[in-house]
């Protein structure tokens, strides 16, 4: 059968889709970028915003209307938070569980799937869809112990728990055989991984694994609760085989709306954590995610907030309106913020976050890093416009007569322009 893949919002429901894909090929279904043509399609919604509920109705309808007589099945927090609305679209066959997701496959196809088997397999016979593909979401962990009063995460994805450190290293070990350079592990909430099973050092002693036991050539954390960093934490980064970045969301530089929120931090512990980490790994590159609009949040507090994070000097941001979430704490606040207000707020914060990223740039340029091209964006008479990312996370580009998709090469970093970098490769000898 031709499968259509989908998903909308965060890294980990990315990473659920690609797991899902290798499963589709294992039984010897065929992936397919095209909706018209799919005899199945699949959607990973998100409901983490408005937003992106109303993008995840959206792509339900486009797919419909794409292949009218193609079998669809959701998944994700929306389709956990309101079945009923989804079940009652056209084309949708199923609405599987959150907490069933790990089963969708045989459950569309009626087959059980196989545990991966590490046969070395080209990655493009293996993942169709997925040429130029050189970075792997590796899903560590789901659910979250926390009840940030904004989340609606914890609603639709349950309680913490963690997938065995066996496993793990076993889909890596798998992704490497199929070509791939780097592998990002993700989670709801990556840094409790262990702490369902009683190991507060479970996420230290997970990376610790990979980076013995296999020769993965670059591992990345995506987002971590500052809060769940022990001291010893940094000491990870002596293997450079771990991309010196760290996302570390903020959600607000204010205390008096970080208590509202019930986030576990403070201006105070949030400082003394970026200085540890700069302390110990100076190339660190620190990003975070921020909520404007939040119920309660004055001119005052949002002025607070704005300055601390100018302090904080991230190197890169995401920016999102407060919206409420049916059945999180935030929506029987007081104070709701006015939606042009919020507006307001997350225009200067662009701006902030444009000037911080530009500022972390300029602070590369000479300097060498290590590249991973991924993909190629185009072509002038001079060459390919190849694209990667730096270790710590930076958007580069270069013209080279080569494509340079899926190596790892030194680069140096030149100047920045509208979020990415000029880089020289340098290819002696790779
Ligand atoms: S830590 Fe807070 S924001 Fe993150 S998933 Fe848990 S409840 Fe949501």
């Given at each position: ?249 903020l959600?607000?530089g ?36 921020v ?14 907030s704005q300055?601390f994070i100018e302090?904080m000097?991230f190197?890169?941001m ?34 902030l ?78």
């Amino acid at each position: 059968m031709k499968v259509h893949l989908r998903s909308v919002g965060c890294r980990l429901n990315q990473s659920e889709i690609d797991t899902m894909a290798r499963q589709f090929v294992q039984q010897g279904h065929e992936i397919v970028q095209d909706a018209a043509e799919a005899d199945w399609a699949v959607v990973n919604t998100c409901a983490v915003t408005r937003e992106a509920t109303r993008t995840s109705r959206q792509l339900i309808r486009e797919l419909q209307r794409a292949n009218p007589d193609s079998e669809i099945s959701v998944t994700g927090c929306y389709a956990q938070i309101k079945p009923n609305d989804i079940t009652v679209m056209p084309g949708v066959k199923r609405v599987v569980d959150n907490l069933a997701k790990s089963d969708l496959v045989e459950t569309v196809t009626g087959v059980p799937v196989e545990p991966f088997d590490n046969e070395p397999l080209l990655r493009d016979e293996v993942l169709p869809g997925a040429s130029g593909r050189t970075r792997a979401f590796v899903k560590v962990q789901d659910g979250c112990d926390n009840a940030c009063t904004f989340c609606v995460t914890t609603v639709a994805r349950g309680a913490g728990r963690s997938r065995p450190l066996t496993e793990v290293l076993e889909e890596i070990r798998y992704l490497q055989a199929m070509g791939f350079q780097e592998v990002v592990l993700t989670g709801v909430h990556l840094g409790s991984y262990g702490h369902d099973w009683g190991d507060r050092e479970g996420l230290v002693k997970l990376v610790q694994t990979i980076l013995s036991e296999t020769d993965l050539p670059r591992l990345r954390l995506s987002s971590l609760e500052p809060w769940d960093l022990s001291p010893n934490f940094f000491d990870l980064w002596d293997d450079p085989r771990l991309c010196p970045h760290l996302h570390l969301p903020l959600q607000s530089g204010c205390d008096a709306t970080l208590k509202r929120m019930l986030r576990r931090t403070t201006q105070a512990d949030f400082r003394a954590l970026v200085q540890a980490a700069r302390a110990k790994v100076p190339a660190m590159s620190i990003t975070t995610d921020v909520i404007v609009g939040f119920p309660g949040e004055t001119d005052e507090e949002f002025a607070i907030s704005q300055a601390f994070i100018e302090e904080m000097a991230f190197a890169g941001m995401h920016i999102f309106r407060y919206s409420r979430r049916p059945g999180t704490a935030a929506v029987r606040m007081r104070g709701h913020v006015s939606e042009d207000a919020k507006k307001q707020r997350s225009a200067k914060l662009h701006q902030l976050a444009e000037r911080m990223t530009a500022n972390f740039a300029s602070q590369l340029e000479g300097q060498m890093y290590p590249v991973l091209w991924e993909h190629v964006g185009g072509a002038t008479q001079d060459g390919f416009i190849n694209l990667g990312y730096t270790d710590n996370y930076m958007r580069v580009y270069c013209v080279h007569p080569r494509v340079l998709t899926n190596q790892i090469t030194p680069a140096v970093m030149g100047s920045y322009d509208d979020g990415r970098v000029f880089a020289e490769p340098q290819l002696d000898g790779v």
